[in-house]
């Protein structure tokens, strides 16, 4: 059973950067499709980012600012998020699944972390 850990959120100024980390236990990282999913207070949980074999798609919201990436012999994936932007605040989570293809849905995910609260300030 894989567990997923994130971190690495934090309170930016409009215009900064973050980046952040999920780590992976308890299975074999590389057989897994990754993607990152956040949700605002009062809003459904939306899609960020996700990688595969292929490389990473990214939401049109935050497509040139935010890059996915992953490290199969450190088990971790990764969001390198740039000119943050007060409406990025949400809580952050990582999610994994097996299969080598990109996945934006929220509900074909079988594992999910535990979110890290990333809050940008104006």
């Known amino acids: 059973q894989v567990q997923l850990v994130e971190s690495g959120g934090g309170l930016v100024q409009a215009g900064g950067s973050l980046r952040l980390s999920c780590a992976a236990s308890?299975?074999?990282?590389?057989?897994?499709?990754m993607g990152w999913f956040r949700q605002a207070p009062g809003k459904e949980r939306e899609f960020v980012a996700a990688i595969a074999w292929s490389g990473g798609h990214y939401a049109d919201s935050v497509k040139g600012r935010f890059t996915i990436s992953r490290d199969n012999a450190k088990n971790t994936v990764y969001l390198q998020m740039n000119s943050l932007k007060p409406e990025d605040t949400a809580v952050y989570y990582c999610a994994g699944r097996l299969g080598g293809d990109i996945y934006v849905s929220a509900t074909v995910y079988s594992h999910w972390g535990q979110g890290t609260q990333v809050t940008v300030s104006s």
């Open positions: 308890g299975g074999t990282f590389s057989r897994y499709a």
